[in-house]
């Protein structure tokens, strides 16, 4: 029996995700049309043998993320449930506060992955790979190969990275919880020296996989790395979110053909991969791709040009407006004629495993080139250029903005 487990984080992390972020929790939003933590479930319920998918964050349960574990329940027929942690313990130390459950069923193995990768998820590889190398007292991370420049490197520097995807037998618990009580430990000394101990058992719990548990693990050589060459990227800033939806939507073709737009007639002219929910009204004058995502009850008027670009839940693109490596937020209006674009940030165009690079936000004091978004109910007047900006939202615009963050 297996079990998967999905770090959600929490309100306080996806920083660099907002505005978008202000509306909908970050693993709700949408790439390739459906949530980001889609992807992951989908994966993990095509596994025999897979019983339950935990998700472990500090999100408040509300309306959004209830219906959405509801229909992903029915959809898959799986046990999909929330955990819900009193703080952020890291990626280690909410596994850990809530052992008692991922072991509940005896499993003899799961599956640890953060929700902000977007993957082919190469989950029965990962099994695989662990029976033919590893034990119950051995671990599996996948890892993928990037690219690395050091000068002059005085000691062997890894191309490989760690993509946030694992592979644990009950076992990594001992070790998770040799750092807890070495924490406590810690914690007791701090006292003992008259140090202030406030919250000193919270900061006992919060354990990172990656500093405080892989480290020790591969000096004992129980940890071992499952590389992939297929396609695997962060999904950290909105930039990111335009890049991991082309990757989705490719792979579309092999999983989901369906969900991709064909060129029919008195349908608008698509080019390349295009999702377009079945609600939403396009004049078939508009023409949309590569690269192209349509939320639900989207409308877009008579010769739209869209490309690169995510148009959020009841968004309004009227004629002849252009929309390049954007993300127009919900309920969102952009008039006649305007132009809103972006820069890509995306990775090397020839490798199709490239992986995107975690962009600042500022870089010498000025807003670094990216992708355009719009806030949710963001209101573009006609004939107005909007570039390389983000729109925080309720904003009426009444004029063009450039390089700008508009509060």
Known sequence: MLKAVILIGGPQKGTRFRPLSFEVPKPLFPVAGVPMLQHHIEACSKL???????????????????????????????????????????????????????????????????????????????????????DAYSFVILGTTVLHYVEKPGTFVSDIINCGIYLFTPEIFQHIGEVFQKNQ????????????????WHRAEVIRLEQDIFTALAAQG??????????????????????????????????????????????????????????????????????????????????????????????????????????????????????????????????PYAKIDSETLFRDGKLTPSITILGCNVNIPSEVIILNSIVLPHKDLNRSFKNQIIL
Request: overall charge negative; some cysteine.
């Open 48 to 134: 025999p043998h897979m019983k339950e998918i935990l998700l472990i964050g500090f999100y408040q349960p509300n309306e959004e993320l209830n219906r959405f574990l509801s229909c992903a329940q029915q959809d898959y027929k799986i046990s999909i449930r929330y955990l819900q942690e009193y703080a952020a313990l890291g990626t280690g130390g909410g596994i850990y506060h809530f052992r008692d459950q991922i072991l509940s069923g005896s499993p003899e193995a799961f599956f640890v992955m953060n929700a902000d990768v977007c993957s082919e998820f190469p989950l029965p590889e990962m099994l695989d790979f662990q029976k033919e190398h590893g």
């Open 185 to 200: 430990q810690d914690m007791l000394l701090y006292y003992d020296e008259g140090e202030e101990q406030s919250n000193g």
């Open 222 to 351: 129980k940890l071992y790395v499952y590389k992939t060459d297929r396609f695997w990227s962060q999904i950290k800033s909105a930039g990111s979110a335009i890049y991991a939806s082309r990757l989705y939507l490719n792979q579309y073709h092999q999983t989901h053909p369906e969900m991709l737009a064909t060129n029919r007639e008195g349908g608008p002219k698509t080019r390349g991969n295009v999702y377009i929910h079945p609600t939403a009204n396009i004049d078939p004058t508009a023409v949309l791709g590569p690269n192209v995502s349509i939320g639900t009850g989207v409308t877009i008027g008579a010769g739209v040009r869209v490309r690169e670009s995510i148009i959020l839940h009841g968004a309004t693109l009227q004629d002849h407006s252009c929309v390049l490596n954007s993300i127009v937020g919900w309920g969102s209006t952009i008039g006649k004629w305007a132009r809103v674009e972006g820069t890509p940030s995306d990775p090397n165009p020839n490798d």
